[in-house]
C-alpha cells in the first residue's frame, strides 16, 4: 500500500500543475476552459520531442510556450471571434488533436523516450532513490512555476485579471482591456497544463494522443475537493489548494483501487463520483450550520 501512495503522490504533483491551470480560469477568471484536454497533451507530445533530443528540461520550458499558445488560441476565438467560452475550448481542444499528432513525427499515435534521459534521471545522478527522484524533482517544478504564478497575480495585471473573474463590466468601465485580461489568464493557464504535461511524458516515459482525454473532469474534481480540504480562501490559499487537491484525488483513486471497491475501468466514474461528493459536502456543511443555528435560536427563545 505504501508504494500505492507514494505513487499517488508523485502523480498528484505532476498533475498538480495541470490543476493549477483549470483553477485559473474556473476560479478566478470563472470560465471553463476545455482547452485543458488538448494542451496537455501538447505538452506531451513536445516533451517527447525534445527528451528524446537530449533535453528534458528544455522540454518543459518549450512545452509552456506552446501551452501558452495554445491558451491564446483559445482567447482568440473568445475575444477576436466571439465564439462562446466553452464551445471556443471545444475548437480548440478539437484543433490540437491534429497539431499533436503532426509534433508526434507525423502521426504516430505514441512516442515512447525510454532510454532517454529526463529530470527525474538527473535527480537519480544526485544520488536519490527512484521514488526520491520524482517527488523531489516534480516538486520543485511544482514550487517554482506556483510561486512565479503567485508573484504574478499580486502585480497590476494579475489583480487585473482577478477583477475581471468579479466584475468584468467594471473592469471595462475603468479603461482596463476585460478581453487582453481573458487572454493573459488562459495563457497562463494552459502553460500550467502543458507543463504538467511534459512532466507526465518523463514520469511515464512515453506521450500518448489519447492520453488528455477526461482531464478537464480530473482538474474540476481536484479543484473542488482542494477547496474542500482548504477551507480559508484567497488566491494564495487557492493556488496551494489545487496542489493539495490533485495530490487528495490521487490517493482517494489509489484507495479505490487497492481496496477493489471499483474495477479499473471504472476510474472515470470514481472520479465523477468523488467529485460529486465533494461538490455535496459545501451545502451539506452549510446546511448543518443552519440547522445549528435555529436549534441555539431556539433555545435562547426557550
Known amino acids: 500500500m505504501?508504494?500505492?501512495?507514494?505513487?499517488?503522490?508523485?502523480?498528484?504533483?505532476?498533475?498538480?500543475?495541470?490543476?493549477?491551470?483549470?483553477?485559473?480560469?474556473?476560479?478566478?477568471?470563472?470560465?471553463?476552459?476545455?482547452?485543458?484536454?488538448?494542451?496537455?497533451?501538447?505538452g506531451m507530445a513536445v516533451s517527447a520531442i525534445f527528451v528524446?533530443?537530449?533535453?528534458?528540461?528544455?522540454?518543459?520550458?518549450?512545452?509552456?510556450?506552446?501551452g501558452?499558445?495554445?491558451?491564446?488560441?483559445?482567447?482568440?476565438?473568445?475575444n477576436v471571434v466571439k465564439i462562446p467560452p466553452i464551445l471556443s475550448g471545444i475548437l480548440t481542444m478539437s484543433g490540437l488533436y491534429s497539431i499533436n499528432l503532426l509534433i508526434?513525427?507525423?502521426?504516430?499515435?505514441?512516442?515512447?523516450?525510454?532510454?532517454?534521459?529526463?529530470?527525474?534521471?538527473?535527480?537519480?545522478?544526485?544520488?536519490?532513490?527512484?521514488?526520491?527522484?520524482?517527488?523531489?524533482?516534480?516538486?520543485a517544478v511544482v514550487v517554482v512555476l506556483v510561486a512565479l504564478v503567485e508573484f504574478f497575480f499580486t502585480t497590476h495585471t494579475g489583480l487585473c485579471i482577478c477583477a475581471t473573474g468579479d466584475n468584468e463590466e467594471m473592469v471595462r468601465a475603468s479603461s482596463i482591456s476585460?478581453?487582453?485580461m481573458k487572454w493573459i489568464a488562459l495563457a497562463i493557464a494552459n502553460a500550467c497544463?502543458?507543463?504538467?504535461?511534459?512532466?507526465?511524458?518523463?514520469?511515464?516515459?512515453?506521450?500518448?494522443?489519447?492520453?488528455?482525454?477526461?482531464?478537464?473532469?480530473?482538474?474540476?474534481?481536484s479543484v473542488i475537493i482542494g477547496e474542500t480540504v482548504c477551507i480559508k480562501r484567497n488566491i494564495k490559499v487557492g493556488f496551494i489548494s489545487a496542489i493539495v487537491?490533485?495530490?487528495v484525488y490521487r490517493i482517494l483513486i489509489a484507495v479505490a483501487i487497492k481496496t477493489n471497491l471499483f474495477p479499473t475501468y471504472f476510474l472515470r466514474f470514481v472520479s465523477v463520483l468523488i467529485m460529486v461528493i465533494a461538490l455535496g459536502v459545501g451545502p451539506l456543511r452549510k446546511y448543518l450550520q443552519s440547522v445549528r443555528s435555529r436549534g441555539r435560536r431556539k433555545n435562547e427563545d426557550a
Open 104 to 139: 508526434m513525427q507525423g502521426g504516430k499515435p505514441n512516442i515512447s523516450i525510454l532510454g532517454s534521459d529526463t529530470i527525474f534521471t538527473f535527480g537519480a545522478g544526485l544520488g536519490l532513490s527512484k521514488h526520491a527522484s520524482y517527488i523531489v524533482m516534480c516538486l
Open 245 to 247: 487537491g490533485s495530490i
Open 193 to 221: 497544463v502543458a507543463v504538467a504535461g511534459a512532466l507526465y511524458t518523463q514520469y511515464i516515459g512515453g506521450a500518448d494522443i489519447t492520453a488528455g482525454s477526461g482531464t478537464i473532469v480530473v482538474g474540476f474534481a
Open 68 to 78: 501558452a499558445l495554445a491558451g491564446s488560441i483559445t482567447a482568440l476565438l473568445q
Open 178 to 180: 476585460p478581453a487582453r
Open 2 to 42: 505504501i508504494n500505492q501512495i507514494l505513487g499517488a503522490l508523485e502523480l498528484g504533483l505532476v498533475y498538480g500543475l495541470m490543476v493549477l491551470g483549470v483553477y485559473i480560469t474556473f476560479r478566478i477568471l470563472k470560465i471553463p476552459d476545455l482547452t485543458v484536454d488538448g494542451s496537455v497533451t501538447l
Open 52 to 66: 528524446n533530443m537530449g533535453h528534458p528540461f528544455l522540454a518543459l520550458l518549450v512545452a509552456l510556450l506552446a
